[in-house]
């Protein structure tokens, strides 16, 4: 029984046979050396490209937000930690993970590091992964198409047929 190379096929107790199609690979990461601090992302996945767009647009908003908030006003402490919980969110979704409660277990998303916000510097080195991890499956499925492709694009289509 060949479905295709990905599709994993097993027996199950009751005579019916699963079938997982899904092809999602998360990949495992540890952050910052910490046994305790894993992540999983599915590197393969192209809409992050929306979410990040989506994210980026809501986490700059509440920047804004914090900015303009009045230093002396009496809520300002749980206006921070909303704040903080909505950013929290905002990265979770542009990964589809919980990534927030392992990469900024401590402080909040709006702390700064090294002239950026603990947003940016979690998202931009995450990011890196994606960028890379797609560029190289996009290589293989270039290598896998071009063996099926060559034979109509190195000119030998079409020779020997006269019109």
Request: hydrophobic share 30%; with cysteine.
């Amino acid at each position: 029984m060949a479905l295709t190379d990905s599709a994993k096929v097993n027996e199950v107790q009751d005579n019916i046979i699963d079938i997982n199609l899904e092809g999602v690979n998360r990949t495992k990461f540890r952050i910052n050396g910490d046994s305790n601090a894993i992540i999983e992302l599915n590197l393969s996945d192209l809409s992050i490209v929306d979410r990040l767009d989506k994210g980026m647009e809501k986490l700059e908003k509440e920047m804004t937000e914090i900015a303009n908030m009045p230093s002396d006003a009496d809520d300002l402490s749980d206006l921070l930690k909303q704040a903080d919980t909505r950013m929290r969110e905002y990265v979770d979704y542009i990964f589809d993970y919980p990534v927030s409660d392992v990469c900024a277990r401590y402080g909040t998303m709006y702390d700064p590091k090294d002239g950026k916000f603990r947003y940016e510097v979690i998202i931009e080195g995450l990011i890196k992964l994606y960028a890379n991890n797609i560029s190289d499956e996009y290589n293989k499925l270039k290598e896998r198409t071009k063996k099926y492709t060559d034979k109509y694009t190195s000119g030998k289509a079409g020779k020997g047929k006269k019109k």
